[in-house]
């Protein structure tokens, strides 16, 4: 099966940038993601990218794709205390998404 | 437009017992997915149901089962719970051209 595996911490201070990093082993991965999750919320989708391309920028988020070494990282701009959640790295192969266990980010002031 | 909506919000069951756990779809989607978000864990792919019928499944034993009716909507059934069945079920919807959208979820606790 696929292994999506992230660090599972980050602290940041408030206003600085915040970068979160993702490896995955499936090279067949068609569209990678990004989901938040607050406390006892469902996920929501941040941002996505597809696989043949390197960069994509959406507002403060900005999402680098590394294929030849499979390595996804969701930097956000000017971290705000609003940020502070679970955030999943998910990859697509065929229909479904595998995702890493979250990367717990708290935002510190 | 409502999104993925899911229900019910909580569910309290016993060992043994079986469980249906209900999904909406997002208004213009077609497909649905259920995933299993144990705590701690990122969540699981259950199964992916397309034009009523199953399109790709996970590594889930067959107590887990599901149905997509005409509307799209989707049911989860689970059947002989075990403890370990406790869990966030999430619900996802999606077409054929857009990502998966999540709903908020059920949390089953299984006693």
């Known amino acids: 099966g696929e292994d999506v595996e992230q660090s599972l911490f980050l602290s940041v201070r408030e206003g600085d940038s915040s970068v979160i990093n993702c490896t995955y082993t499936?090279?067949?991965?068609?569209?990678l993601y990004w989901y938040k999750q607050e406390p006892g919320a469902g996920l929501q989708l941040l941002t996505y990218?597809?696989?043949?391309?390197d960069m994509k920028q959406d507002q403060r988020l900005t999402v680098l794709l590394n294929k030849k070494d499979k390595h996804l990282s969701l930097r956000i701009a000017d971290t705000q205390t609003g940020d502070s959640a679970i955030y999943f790295c998910?990859?697509?192969?065929?229909?479904?998404?595998?995702f890493g266990a979250g990367t717990t980010v708290t935002v510190r002031a | 437009d409502a999104g993925v909506t899911q229900s019910p919000t909580h569910l309290i069951k016993t060992r043994g017992q079986q469980v249906t756990l209900r999904c909406s779809p997002k208004?213009?989607?077609?497909?649905v997915s259920w995933y299993q978000q144990a705590l701690g864990q990122g969540p699981q792919f259950i199964f992916q149901?397309?034009?009523?019928?199953?399109?790709q499944r996970g590594n889930f034993p067959d107590r887990f089962s599901g149905h997509q009716f005409p509307n799209y909507s989707s049911e989860l059934n689970v059947n002989a719970l075990l403890l370990g069945d406790s869990a966030l079920y999430l619900c996802?919807?999606?077409?054929?051209?857009?990502?998966?959208?999540f709903g908020p979820g059920t949390r089953l606790l299984v006693l």
């Open positions: 996802a919807s999606s077409s054929q051209t857009s990502a998966q959208y």
């Open positions: 499936d090279s067949s991965s068609t569209y």
């Open positions: 990218i597809f696989s043949n391309m």
């Open positions: 998910a990859v697509r192969s065929d229909y479904k998404l595998s």
């Open positions: 208004s213009g989607h077609d497909t």
């Open positions: 149901y397309y034009e009523e019928e199953e399109r």
